[in-house]
Nanobody
Framework: VQLQASGGGLVQAGGSLRLSCAAS??????MGWFRQAPGKEREFVAR????????YYADSVKGRFTISRDNAKNTLYLQMNSPKPEDTGVYYC?????????????????WGQGTQVTVSS
């Protein structure tokens, strides 16, 4: 499985941004987004089940971010609405071959290269 994240950039607080993650190879896995700020550990942002029917969010983004997927296009999305400066970081997409809804990065098997998101105040 190869994952390619894109869509990052500079956005003003309160604006919006959509990240994409193109997948190739065997792609019907649960997927997630993680982020890592400078000097901090990688943290869970959101997760979506294989068919897109179930989603999970970190409390810090719930109600602002939306994870979705288009299996016909082999693409994962993260819609970021009303971002805050504390949302700044490198965002990674990842695939988990297991169905247990883990929020731990060590449980994910495949990773994209990351895309930088910077939220200005």
């Amino acid at each position: 499985v190869q994952l390619q994240a894109s869509g990052g950039g500079l956005v003003q607080a309160g604006g919006s941004l959509r990240l994409s993650c193109a997948a190739s190879g065997r792609t019907l896995y649960a997927m997630g987004w993680f982020r890592q700020a400078p000097g901090k550990e990688r943290e869970f942002v959101a997760r979506i089940s294989r068919n897109g029917g179930t989603t999970y969010y970190a409390d810090s983004v719930k109600g602002r971010f939306t994870i979705s997927r288009d299996n016909a296009k082999n693409t994962l999305y993260l819609q970021m609405n009303s971002p805050k400066p504390e949302d700044t970081g490198v965002y990674y997409c990842a695939a988990d071959v297991n169905t247990w809804p883990s929020r731990q990065s060590v449980d994910y098997d495949y990773w994209g290269q990351g895309t930088q998101v910077t939220v200005s105040s």
